[in-house]
């Protein structure tokens, strides 16, 4: 695990986008695993303007979401495809069927998670996985306590993630208390994973997840077992790990070998 301390969001946003828009030069129809909320916002923000100066086209990138809420439309403002159409999709010109979500409603959710697990399976596995934390450790909607093996199932999110997301929600609105979500397992099978977190509020989850043992309570820190996963944090969610002049030296050491 590298842990890449940026001193701006708008650093790690770079260097995070730029990862991406190099492996899909290399690779036209790449495979992203995608998350929401406020953390990726500056990383779509650059492929989007990377599409619009034409130096990227996604015409046969495929995308799977991490999440989605269960009982919110596909037009409704708060849903997550509402928000990837708003911060990504909209302005890519991606192909419809090549954009998926976890199935939030249906005959049988159940089957139809395991269709989707099938289908990131019939699209060759993701390449690159996008990822936040949830000040609680969450990455997806994987919960405290989620199993590490868990797949792609329906999820109740705890206080905590409804209380850190109300921001979204106007006063009165309702806010749905479940959500589909790859689970823990899932993510793990990605080839390369890219976490970033900024701000102090998530400091305790980073360093759980970075120098914690590996625990469901703290389901980020199962990314300890994956063999290619980056951290980008800013200084505050960087606050309190212990070896943050160690991943410091690590990355100039990095940067060396590599120019
Ligand atoms: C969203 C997701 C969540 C968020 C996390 C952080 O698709 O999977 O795990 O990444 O809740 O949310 P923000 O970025 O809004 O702080």
């Known amino acids: 695990m590298r842990v890449i301390e940026c001193s701006t969001r708008d650093e790690a946003a770079e260097l995070v986008a730029g990862e991406i828009l190099r492996a899909l030069q290399a690779k036209p129809d790449l495979v992203l695993g995608l998350a929401t909320g406020s953390t990726p916002v500056g990383v779509y923000e650059r492929l989007v303007a990377a599409h619009c100066a034409g130096d990227a086209d996604f ?9 989605e809420y ?89 206080d905590k993630t ?40 998530k400091a305790d989850a980073i360093h759980a997840a970075v120098e914690g043992p590996i625990s469901s309570f703290w389901p980020a820190s199962a990314l300890q077992l994956h063999p290619d996963t980056a951290i980008y944090v800013d200084a505050g969610s960087a606050a309190r790990l212990t070896m943050r002049d160690y991943y410091r030296r ?10």
Do not use: W
Request: net charge negative.
């Open 70 to 158: 269960v009982g919110l439309s596909a037009l409704h403002p708060q849903s997550y495809r509402t928000f990837m159409r708003e911060h990504l999709f909209g302005s890519i010109q991606i192909q419809d069927h090549n954009v998926r979500f976890p199935p939030v409603d249906g005959f049988d959710l159940r089957a139809a998670c395991e269709q989707y697990e099938r289908a990131i399976v019939d699209a060759g596995g993701i390449d690159i996985q996008l990822l936040g934390i949830g000040s609680n450790g969450h990455i997806g909607f994987n919960e405290p306590t989620s199993s590490l093996a868990s797949r792609t199932r329906v999820k109740t999110l705890t």
């Open 59 to 67: 015409s046969e990138v495929r995308t799977f979401n991490l999440d």
């Open 250 to 259: 690590v990355e100039r050491n990095e940067r060396g070998m590599s120019s």
């Open 162 to 201: 409804l209380g850190d997301n109300a921001r979204f929600y106007k006063e009165g609105e309702m806010q749905p208390e479940l959500a589909t979500t790859m689970g823990i397992g899932t993510i793990l099978e990605a080839k390369r994973i890219l976490l970033q977190s900024f701000g102090e509020k």
